[in-house]
């Protein structure tokens, strides 16, 4: 099997589903010639040709509002967003249109298209590229957002997008781009939509992370030793998000911990949590707690180290839980 980071696996991915698909259209800022700024593109216009891999102009508003447009007509496009921080111009496209046009047109339409976004901190970036937007999107209905942590889950997760009816926002922690590597199919597989996955199994407490932050947890788990016995869970996809999965296991802990970058306020730990609250209180030996980013904007790099969870905060918090 070929050994893999998660952007040669989001690469390769789009190329075998351009391969096999020639609906499938990829375009955005310097996508095309370039291959992105993190050349998660590259090749496929060399490959496929300008028609259906190319540079957009400066403006995500008519990146997806062109998409909008050749989704309608029969086209899956796969736009891309070169930074999470630069989507909000084209916030009203995504909330007006490509969540609500198949409610919109009773059925008739769908629009089927995957979203693409390098998100989250950690590389020491200029205002606006380091964000963590995805409870804003989660909050919309007729909007799927998935975060893979792994190559295996990047490669599984893009496809099963790529071959879903309707839109799906795919944020690719760019931290962990080129982190590790990992050996992975090279066939087709999916990793279905609205499925965690139990990264580690354990009895003392349940750990919910994605994106770049699995990582982070997994070494606090090895800071903590054999003092705890955490119970691993990577969300993968934010909405729809596996609520048996969470449930079944604090049932098991009595513990409840969730590990996300995003802000703090109105975050998706509030939600999980609410769901814990509302389906496994009764089993709960502690409150469910959150770690998470600051309510601050991202700082810039001088003082992202601040602002970024480490090893260390998510192995103290983890004790705060179990000793409570």
């Given at each position: ?141 007729g909007l799927k957002v998935v975060i ?9 997760l893009l496809t099963s997008a790529l ?162």
């Amino acid at each position: 099997m070929p050994v893999e980071t998660i952007l040669s696996a989001i690469t390769n991915t789009l190329d075998e589903q351009m391969a096999k698909d020639d609906t499938i259209v990829v375009f955005g800022e310097d996508v095309g010639f370039e291959g992105g700024v993190f050349r998660a593109t590259k090749g496929l216009q060399q490959k496929y040709g300008k028609e259906r891999s190319f540079d957009s102009p400066l403006a995500e508003s008519a990146i997806i509002g062109s998409a909008v447009g050749m989704a309608v007509n029969g086209l899956k496009p796969v736009p891309e967003i070169q930074f999470q921080g630069f989507v909000l111009p084209a916030f009203n496209q995504i909330v007006a249109h490509v969540a609500r046009y198949r409610t919109r047109t009773k059925g008739t339409y769908s629009l089927p298209m995957v979203i693409r976004m390098p998100y989250g901190g950690g590389i020491r970036a200029l205002e606006h590229h380091s964000e963590s937007l995805e409870s804003l999107f989660a909050h919309i209905p007729g909007l799927k957002v998935v975060i893979p942590s792994t190559p295996y889950d990047a490669k599984g997760l893009l496809t099963s997008a790529l071959q879903d009816p309707d839109p799906v926002l795919f944020f690719e922690p760019k931290r962990i781009y080129r982190a590790f590597k990992q050996e992975i199919p090279d066939k087709e597989f999916k990793v279905p939509l609205g499925k965690a996955k139990v990264v580690k199994k354990g009895t003392d407490i349940t750990v919910v992370a994605w994106g770049a932050l699995v990582r982070e947890v997994e070494k606090a788990i090895k800071l903590l030793g054999d003092d705890i016995n955490v119970e691993l869970i990577d969300l993968r996809t934010i909405q729809p998000y596996d609520k048996d999965t969470l449930v079944e296991s604090v049932k098991k802990t009595g513990r409840f911990l969730v590990v996300h970058e995003a802000y703090k306020s109105f975050g998706p730990g509030a939600e999980l949590i609410s769901t814990i609250n509302e389906k496994a209180f009764l089993y709960l030996e502690a409150p469910p707690t959150r770690l998470s980013g600051f309510d601050i904007t991202v700082p810039l790099p001088k003082g992202e180290h601040h602002f970024i969870i480490t090893p260390e905060r998510i192995a103290h918090e983890i004790k705060k839980v179990v000793n409570f």
